[in-house]
């Protein structure tokens, strides 16, 4: 299976999660959240986590409406991923992030932390649902690896 390195991005008007996978593709976690100030600042950390990670695209979740629809939200984060994508000159793509802020706070609460006393971390959980959804979707839809070769000692 091929190596992949990318970011999950749960943008918000004030927070970023941001969220990372293992070198397989097969778990998503958590990584940090940004505190939007400016676009530069939002570039440079992005940037540094960029070159750490040898990171080679960007999952950015895209928050339909209900309904399926792109609305005002969708737009706003459409349109500040694509600046992304022009000044890191890293593909993005979207994934449908639909009720992951809800999921993430769930997942909170059943660890007993209150989620208004824990917003970064809502949006970090959140990039890493989006990002997981990704990889998930990434292997569903690749060519199947041949099964691997079972060797037993009786073989040495």
């Given at each position: 299976m091929s190596r992949i390195s990318a970011l999950g991005l749960?943008?918000?008007?004030?927070?970023?999660?941001?969220a990372g996978c293992d070198g397989t593709g097969l778990i998503a976690t958590g990584l940090t959240t940004l505190?939007?100030?400016?676009?530069?600042?939002?570039?440079?950390?992005?940037?540094?986590l960029i070159q750490e990670r040898h990171v080679e695209v960007l999952v950015v979740g895209l928050p339909y409406t209900l309904q399926g629809t792109l609305g005002y939200?969708?737009?706003?984060?459409?349109?500040y991923a694509a600046r992304l994508e022009r000044?890191?000159?890293l593909p993005v793509e979207y994934?449908?992030?639909?009720?992951?802020?809800?999921?993430?706070e769930q997942l909170l609460i059943?660890?007993?932390?209150?989620?208004?006393?824990?917003?970064?971390?809502?949006?970090?959980?959140?990039?890493?649902l989006i990002l997981q959804q990704w990889l998930d979707e990434r292997r569903r839809t690749s060519p199947?690896?041949?099964p691997l070769e079972i060797v037993t000692n009786e073989e040495f």
């Open positions: 749960d943008i918000g008007q004030k927070r970023i999660g941001v505190v939007r100030t400016s676009f530069e600042q939002d570039i440079a950390a992005l940037r540094q939200q969708a737009k706003r984060v459409q349109k000044a890191l000159q994934i449908d992030e639909r009720l992951t802020s809800v999921e993430a059943t660890q007993k932390l209150s989620p208004s006393r824990h917003k970064a971390l809502i949006d970090r959980k959140a990039a890493a199947k690896n041949p």
